[in-house]
């Protein structure tokens, strides 16, 4: 049934619908959003890569096309549009002071909310330590919630080295959050 909606919201969005282009994008606003965030390691510019994706998307959704689910078209748009920020500027970004937006703030004690931080941040600078190509792969898969085979088609890899590249992420992060006592 969702896929019907989403389906009949596309429709509409190609006809020129707004309103239906904006309940298609709050679908996967956060999801998204938090995706451009860890990797572009800035809340300004996950913003602006934001804007850009809707707007690549607005613009390309005469284009699109049934064939794959239109979040992984979503997030390949997201992910080539980071890629190209990436490569023109070279320089990797530091996470703003104000990452304290990224958290998910819960009703419980203030130390729970500082551990949570902390927890957080080693968690942000450990993907930081991944090679860049486990670190996508575990972002998309993460935050993006797509499947193995959606991450090959958007990061036009081989299937079983987009696994391979998961399996040594998760692996590397696992080591990483040992020696800091997190896990």
Same mark, same amino acid.
């Given at each position: 049934?969702?896929? +019907?909606?989403?389906?009949?919201?596309?429709?509409?969005?190609?006809?020129?619908?707004?309103?239906? *282009?904006?309940?298609?994008?709050?679908?996967?606003?956060?999801?998204?959003?938090?995706?451009?965030?860890?990797?572009?390691?800035?809340?300004?510019?996950?913003?602006? +890569?934001?804007?850009?994706?809707?707007?690549?998307?607005?613009?390309?959704?005469?284009?699109?096309?049934?064939?794959?689910? *239109?979040?992984?078209?979503?997030?390949?748009?997201?992910? !080539?549009?980071?890629?190209?920020?990436?490569?023109?500027?070279?320089?990797?970004?530091?996470? !703003?002071?104000?990452?304290?937006? +990224?958290?998910?703030?819960?009703?419980?004690?203030?130390?729970?909310?500082?551990?949570?931080?902390?927890?957080?941040?080693?968690?942000?600078?450990?993907?930081?330590?991944?090679?860049?190509?486990?670190?996508?792969?575990?972002?998309?898969?993460?935050?993006?919630?797509?499947?193995?085979?959606?991450?090959?088609?958007?990061?036009?890899?081989?299937?079983?080295?987009?696994?391979?590249?998961?399996?040594?992420?998760?692996?590397?992060?696992?080591?990483?959050?040992?020696?800091?006592?997190?896990?």
């Amino acid at each position: 049934m969702e896929d +019907l909606l989403e389906y009949q919201l596309i429709i509409r969005c190609k006809n020129g619908d707004k309103s239906a *282009f904006e309940q298609l994008i709050k679908n996967y606003k956060d999801q998204l959003f938090s995706y451009l965030v860890r990797l572009s390691e800035s809340r300004e510019a996950a913003e602006d +890569l934001f804007q850009e994706t809707l707007i690549k998307v607005w613009t390309g959704l005469p284009a699109y096309r049934e064939k794959s689910r *239109f979040s992984s078209w979503l997030f390949a748009i997201a992910h !080539n549009l980071a890629m190209d920020s990436y490569r023109k500027k070279k320089v990797r970004r530091k996470i !703003n002071d104000d990452s304290d937006d +990224l958290l998910i703030y819960s009703k419980e004690s203030h130390i729970h909310e500082y551990e949570s931080r902390e927890i957080k941040m080693i968690i942000m600078e450990s993907l930081k330590m991944l090679p860049e190509k486990q670190r996508n792969v575990f972002l998309l898969r993460q935050h993006g919630e797509l499947s193995f085979k959606e991450i090959a088609e958007i990061t036009n890899q081989p299937l079983n080295t987009v696994l391979s590249h998961m399996h040594y992420a998760v692996k590397k992060l696992r080591i990483i959050l040992r020696d800091k006592n997190v896990i």
